[in-house]
């Protein structure tokens, strides 16, 4: 068991692994970690044909419902907002606001003619709320994880919020990534252990 810094790249790491497994203690949430080997990456890092069918499917029936002819026809963003136990936490994450889902949605509308917001949720009322309410949205629970975030991860874009989840989506999905600048709380925990530059592939 191998536990590294969630949120900075540690270069002195360099993991060689013939026969045997090895269970690494973090999200190693980093994209130097993985530069190198993207393209290779991305092809092992796939979710299972089941739960490929099922978000194609949701997102299918989501495009019938609202009438869009052709998947090529919308550009697909999805939405990842942490909420849970991050809200009134003590390690210093700046959870998303309002305003900063009215800013992530309103530059992806400005860059496309036709696009479409799924969100993803563990505080689904919340986010219900607070959504911008001058795009399309619709929001999406599928009583597992897997199900939800492979939806998602089948999107053109990403908005994310915080959290290893969210990571991880938006590297999975590709394309564009937008994310909360400011995701720890000055003199916080998390602003000690995060290393921006690391954690957040470079514009």
């Not at 299972?48 to 919308?74: C, G």
């Not at 939800?148 to 564009?176: K, P």
């Amino acid at each position: 068991l191998l536990y590294l810094a969630p949120c900075e790249y540690n270069k002195t790491t360099h993991l060689t692994v013939q026969k045997n497994n090895i269970q690494l203690g973090t999200g190693l949430q980093s994209w130097k970690y993985f530069n190198m080997y993207d393209r290779q990456i991305r092809k092992q890092l796939t979710f299972r044909k089941n739960i490929q069918n099922t978000a194609e499917q949701t997102i299918l029936e989501i495009l019938q419902r609202r009438k869009i002819s052709s998947r090529k026809n919308i550009t697909l963003v999805g939405v990842h907002i942490r909420r849970g136990d991050k809200v009134g936490n003590h390690d210093g994450f700046n959870i998303a606001t309002p305003e900063y889902l009215n800013r992530s949605v309103s530059y992806y509308a400005k860059k496309y003619a036709n696009v479409l917001f799924l969100v993803i949720s563990d505080g689904m009322d919340w986010s219900k709320n607070n959504m911008p309410s001058h795009v399309p949205v619709e929001f999406i629970s599928l009583g597992k994880r897997e199900l939800d975030m492979a939806t998602v991860v089948a999107c053109d874009h990403t908005i994310m919020t915080i959290g290893t989840f969210g990571w991880w989506i938006g590297y999975l999905t590709g394309g564009e990534v937008v994310y909360v600048k400011d995701a720890a709380k000055k003199g916080s925990r998390f602003e000690r252990i995060i290393n921006f530059e690391d954690h957040f592939y470079p514009q």
